[in-house]
């Protein structure tokens, strides 16, 4: 699924060789997924961090200290399951799991994620600004960083 939806969207950008570390990320909180007809078609997690300026401007937005941040992350549709309503009950669910842990939810997409910007936008969350962040190669890339319309 997940080569599959790099392959279309571009998600990840950078897709890693290490698919496994990338989905079970060690700041994972918790991962969930959604199943149709016995098959995987959706993802998603909720992680202690993200990149740095995603983290800073995030903190800084809310004023609160960056571990009372809940990073809704990894959310992937796989394409034949989309227009189901599939990503909008993921979202909600990693977004649950961060109130009830008394986190403030947050996310992170590349602007150029067309698809994934109409869904939190649709769902009330609300920008706090855009960062560069920078990952370990060299490669940079632009991300708008989503608030979550409730917090704890």
């Known amino acids: 699924m997940a080569q599959e939806i790099h392959e279309r969207d571009r998600y990840p950008i950078f897709l890693p060789d290490d698919l496994w570390s ?8 918790g991962i969930w997924v959604a199943e149709l007809e016995g098959r995987i078609v ?3 997690a909720l992680h202690a961090s ?4 995603v983290v800073a401007l995030a903190s800084e937005s809310l004023g609160v ?8 992350a990894r959310l992937m549709v796989s394409p ?4 189901m309503g599939i990503g909008q009950l993921l979202l909600e669910w990693a977004t649950r ?8 939810p ?13 869904l939190y936008e649709r769902a009330g969350w609300r ?18 960083v989503y608030l979550s319309p409730v917090g704890p």
């Open 22 to 29: 990338f989905l079970s990320h060690p700041s994972a909180l």
């Open 42 to 44: 959706g993802h998603v």
């Open 50 to 53: 993200s990149m740095p300026g």
């Open 65 to 72: 200290p960056p571990e009372r941040l809940g990073v809704v």
């Open 80 to 83: 034949r399951a989309r227009r």
């Open 97 to 104: 799991e961060a109130l009830e842990r008394e986190l403030w």
């Open 106 to 118: 947050v996310l992170d997409v590349v602007t150029d994620h067309a698809a994934g910007i109409a």
């Open 127 to 144: 920008k706090a600004g855009v960062v560069t962040s920078e990952l370990s190669t060299g490669k940079s890339f632009d991300e708008i």
